[in-house]
């Protein structure tokens, strides 16, 4: 599921793209002004960013530069000025695209689609990490960050948390984690999986809370 960041001064616009955004399954976050959408870049990973440029303090320009200091995301540009100039100024910062108000939303939401598959189809290695929130699953190198510092995880413990992340949501009986982690053929009982959710949610730090218990159901991973 790709992450999204829309930075838009405009409540009404930030709700029109993330309703058609999130039919193709995107989730999203939202920034009101350039300095929130810098802020929650630096604390979060995001596949995309929708960026307006007119926005009150920092606008979507500055904002877009401070971002590429930090990290390599891409960059749909929104803004009611459509001139040539505003363009390539946009495109020189290194923008993927410049769409101009107003917009049809679903439109600007296959533009999404196509900077996010020509993002993924250059960075590949992008595809073998599970972003939520502040963690990083790495799938290919079986580590897992938090704020960008690594925690040291038990092989079993790696796999619980990538099996809970990646049905994030969804409530998970005890039968179903020790199946998908342990193997149809472990032989023990299901308090397995609860010393190993208490062992694993020790090494998660502030994101502890992130797996949560159904009393006499089962758990469900929830950032």
Avoid at 18 to 31: D, K, N, S, T, V
Avoid at 63 to 90: F, H, Q, T
Avoid at 179 to 203: C, M, S
């Amino acid at each position: 599921m790709a992450k999204v960041l829309i930075a838009d001064d405009e409540s009404d616009i930030r709700s029109l793209i993330r309703r058609y955004g999130e039919l193709e399954g995107y989730e999203f976050r939202e920034a009101s002004d350039g300095a929130t959408a810098v802020e929650l870049c630096k604390d979060e990973n995001f596949d995309a960013i929708i960026m307006d440029i007119m926005m009150p303090g920092m606008d979507g320009y500055t904002a877009c530069r401070e971002i590429r200091k930090l990290k390599d995301i891409p960059v749909l540009m929104l803004s009611a000025r459509g001139s040539e100039i505003d363009k390539l100024y946009g495109f020189e910062l290194g923008i993927d695209d410049y769409v101009v108000k107003p917009f049809s939303p679903k439109e600007l939401i296959a533009r999404l689609k196509v900077i996010l598959s020509r993002h993924h189809a250059q960075n590949p290695q992008r595809q073998e990490i599970l972003a939520i929130g502040k963690m990083e699953i790495n799938k290919a190198g079986h580590t897992v960050s938090i704020n960008g510092e690594p925690i040291g995880l038990t092989t079993k413990e790696y796999e619980l948390l990538l099996y809970l992340a990646e049905n994030r949501g969804i409530v998970l009986s005890r039968e179903q984690i020790l199946n998908a982690v342990w193997g149809y053929d472990y032989i023990g009982e299901d308090r397995t999986v609860d010393w190993q959710i208490k062992l694993l949610r020790g090494k998660l730090g502030e994101c502890r809370e992130w797996i949560k218990t159904l009393r006499g159901v089962g758990y469900k991973f929830e950032a």
